[in-house]
């Protein structure tokens, strides 16, 4: 499969932004997805993950009740909804596929190219 994220940009604390990615293929509802990012200079890290179906998801502590993953299988994309955003979350966004699950960037076989989101103080 192959991921294709957009969305990202430049915003202020407290703004928002919506991230998307597209999946090729027809087999989009047989992986897990997940959203991880890479802050400059650091290691990526896990964000968000749902549920093939969409019914399930998990968060990392620092994004949980601020960011909102989702994703509609007939239209092959995933969103991640960000809210009251922080300077520190200023990152690289990657989605990634996944035939497991996990938080692990060792648990997803396919990723995206990423996108810039910048959070200004």
């Known amino acids: 499969v192959q991921l294709q994220a957009s969305g990202g940009g430049l915003v202020q604390a407290g703004g928002s932004l919506r991230l998307s990615c597209t999946a090729s293929?027809?087999?989009?509802?047989?992986?897990?997805m997940g959203w991880f990012r890479q802050p400059p200079e650091k290691e990526r890290e896990f964000v968000a993950l749902v549920s093939r179906n969409g019914g399930l998801t998990y968060y990392a502590d620092s994004v949980k009740g601020r960011f909102t993953i989702s994703r509609d299988n007939a239209k092959n994309t995933v969103s991640l909804q960000m809210n009251s955003l922080k300077p520190e979350d200023t990152a690289v966004y990657f989605c990634?596929?996944?035939?497991?699950?996990?938080?692990?960037?060792?648990?997803?076989?396919?990723w995206g190219q990423g996108t810039q989101v910048t959070v200004s103080s």
């Open positions: 990634a596929a996944s035939e497991r699950a996990g938080r692990g960037r060792s648990d997803y076989d396919y």
């Open positions: 293929g027809r087999t989009f509802s047989s992986y897990v």
